[in-house]
């Protein structure tokens, strides 16, 4: 069965870290684009930060810059992403996604991403 699955979601304080981890199954993580999505209650989704395994280039929305670290390991065909002083506006329900074939970056600006996770939740609170 080809899926992502997120895992690493929880509940932390404010200024507190998390590391989240979306595995791939089904299918071999070596040529992508993977990305990382948010959606807090009442909100739009939103993507936080991509990585591109060609170069391994990443991206980060203002908001998490300096904050968040995405990564891939191929060998546990995983990609993460490591959030540090998290806040309470970075409560969320958090999705990765990825595009595997075609013009990759190309698909990523369109949105036509090939597989989605089913989401973790990350909560920020005191």
């Known amino acids: 069965q080809v899926q992502l699955v997120e895992s690493g979601g929880g509940w932390v304080q404010p200024g507190g870290s998390l590391r989240l981890s979306c595995k791939a199954s089904g299918f071999t993580l070596d040529n992508y684009v993977m990305g990382w999505f948010r959606q807090a209650p009442g909100g739009e989704r939103e993507g936080v930060s991509w990585i591109r395994s060609s170069d391994g280039t990443t991206y980060y929305v203002d908001s998490v810059k300096g904050r968040f670290t995405i990564s891939g390991d191929n060998a546990k065909n995983t990609v993460d992403l490591q959030m540090t002083s998290l806040r309470l506006e970075d409560t969320a329900v958090y999705y990765c996604?990825?595009?595997?074939?075609?013009?990759?970056?190309?698909?990523?600006?369109?949105?036509?991403?090939?597989?989605w996770g089913q989401g973790t939740q990350v909560t920020v609170s005191s």
């Open positions: 996604a990825t595009v595997v074939s075609g013009r990759l970056w190309t698909r990523v600006l369109s949105g036509e991403y090939d597989y």
